[in-house]
DNA sequence: GAAACTCCTGAAATCGATTGCACAACCAGT
DNA sequence: ACTGGTTGTGCAATCGATTTCAGGAGTTTC
């Protein structure tokens, strides 16, 4: 009857090398503790028996799991996906796992995140959610519980968290003075999400760009949407029925600026001869659109890659820095050919 | 001097409520073998102390993590990440966790994949990549180790392991079908990347379909892809240089559809007009994109559920059919307007 | 009234690592 | 020769749960 080998442990390693399971723990951790000699004989029993460390026993002894929890609202969005991208290469890189839990339409997801992290599965919780109830985050991460927290992407305003995000207030801004900049006067905004932190900074960019060139700011030209392409499609239905129709607009997204000028073509309606649009994110399809799309890039490897070392950091007490942490980067101006002067006869009177 | 808390253990709630650890222990997870009043005392213990289980030192004992592991093979892919997403959402209802682990452009990916399975952080491996090691997976799931293993989305030949996918080569001929019945005579393809399992059953297909309607397949009109928009872009140049040139062509995906077509537009080649083109998978964007994408639609929520739902059961031992599990499932020819007759000039004589 | 059962509960072993403490061996300085 | 310091190693406790085993109390059966 052959023997029922079961994966080996520490213990088999030791008998092997003839020494004791601390010492066999000591060669793994910090080989520089133990002789030459007996470390030669742990690599070698290590390697007859085949041993792999069970992680799951390490993370109970040290009390931590060298796993961080990723949030996401959407992850079927390139968007996110490719921020998690970069989050997955970095936290590989320092020797962390990657756990992602997905929120879109999850019931009471700010709970689901607590039962999670107050589970001991992951050490520190990297939120790319604005939109996740504020009281119960704020329990996590402070005393007695303490979970190390970074929010990206979407800011959480005045919540005293760790932030890594872009200003989207400014691009927001810049991409609505593009529009002006090339003689439009009539402009409208495709809106994100309501009750989105998002949404309400890319409206305030947009508005205050309109403010600062005296251009009216007109409730009809508001359209409602929430970052996907369907909804985009939709607010086109609306933009025909208007009498008096805008010369451009500025779409929170990418998407649902294409779900928009899907919608538009439907009618007749072409960009860039009739309406110029400018979008968000700068997606992969953006420069492969038709007409190739102007939009705002965000450094999203960067955004991506930032969090996990600034969630890493804490958690390996790599950063001492007191206070909240709050990294801010830029969005670049991608011009495209969606974008363009308004038709002579839809310019104003000079 | 307060006292310094820690998140409390079994132990407290036990002292709390005057029983033994196990009696807690058995209060959680099966209630029945306990008596209601001491079922309440425990209840009442658990909700004062804010106990929460560890599940670390739950796994260790059970030997179970309840995570499995992901493997993709590029996660910013929205193919990938909509799969991912039904996996997620599967795994969360049956009480699994979900690792990710991004294999694009990562160093010997397959060894990576058994040093997590062995550091037992997860139960079981979801596969969606089909270029990885076989030897090396193969070790990982027969014993000692004997992994649970699931393929999903890319076939792995002559491995043994379960697997859950599309039938590529049906679908690829029934996309290709489709341009000959139009009317097309002269039809090109957009290849996969090389030395990839669906390239070559997607190409299997396409050739199929040819050869069934006598037609010729021509090596110039193969193109080279490797399933990203750039791809395709660079492939509409080697397209222009052609002294003759295909009136249709069959994708191996849209990403690479919609590069194709762009690079095609730059040279003042329109779609349909002059081209028609079918892509696969229905990506979120083919129905808003300019011209609207014929494509193959894959279930990929259906797949990414399916999947899931095949490794827990292994898991979790409700499934107990012996043999390698194959599921295939169909996709379905979506007809928009990327695809028409071809122009009466370039039909052939009948 | 004893045997046989069922129900509940607790003591203690266990999962597989890490780590505080003790100690032996060796070396250097006085 | 004695003290003090360094180095390398092992013993045993520990992390926080689960689970085996045993036994007390109560109930049924003959």
Not at 39 to 56: D, F, M, P
Request: proline fraction near 5%; hydrophobic fraction near 40%; aromatic fraction near 6%.
């Amino acid at each position: 009857m052959t023997e029922l080998k079961k994966t080996p442990t520490i213990q088999d390693v030791a008998r092997f090398a003839n020494v004791s399971t601390a010492t066999v723990s000591r060669t793994l951790s910090s080989p520089d503790r133990v002789s030459e000699g007996t470390r030669a004989r742990v690599s070698e029993a290590i390697r007859v028996t085949g041993y792999t460390l069970n992680q799951t026993a390490r993370s109970l002894r040290q009390r931590t799991a060298k796993t961080i929890l990723v949030a996401l609202p959407d992850i079927r969005n390139p968007f996110f996906s490719s921020i998690l991208d970069a989050i997955e290469r970095e936290a590989t890189n320092r020797g962390y796992g990657v756990l992602v839990a997905n929120l879109f339409l999850a019931h009471e997801p700010a709970r689901r995140l607590q039962e999670y992290m107050l589970s001991n599965r992951a050490d520190g919780l990297l939120l790319l959610d604005g939109s996740l109830d504020v009281a119960t985050l704020r329990t996590l991460s402070t005393a007695p519980y303490s979970v190390p927290l970074v929010v990206a992407c979407e800011e959480i305003p005045n919540s005293g968290f760790h932030m890594v995000l872009t200003d989207n207030m400014q691009a927001a801004e810049r991409a609505t003075r593009h529009l002006i900049d090339l003689g439009h006067r009539r402009v409208g905004h495709l809106l994100g999400p309501e009750h989105n932190v998002v949404t309400r900074e890319r409206l305030a960019g947009f508005t205050k760009a309109l403010r600062d060139a005296d251009l009216p700011l007109r409730q009809d030209w508001m359209f409602r949407g929430n970052f996907e392409m369907e909804s985009g499609f939709a607010a086109a239905a609306h933009f025909m029925a208007l009498a008096e129709r805008p010369t451009a607009i500025f779409a929170a997204n990418d998407e649902s600026a294409i779900g928009f000028l899907s919608g538009l073509r439907q009618h007749g309606i072409e960009c860039p001869r009739d309406i110029s649009m400018v979008g968000f994110d700068d997606l992969g399809v953006a420069p492969h659109y038709s007409p190739p799309l102007t939009t705002m890039r965000q450094p999203r490897e960067m955004l991506g890659r930032m969090a996990a070392e600034t969630l890493i950091d804490l958690l390996d007490e790599l950063d001492h820095r007191p206070g909240q942490l709050r990294i801010v980067l830029n969005s670049d101006l991608i011009v495209r050919a969606s974008t363009g002067h308004p038709r002579k006869e839809e310019a104003p009177a000079a």
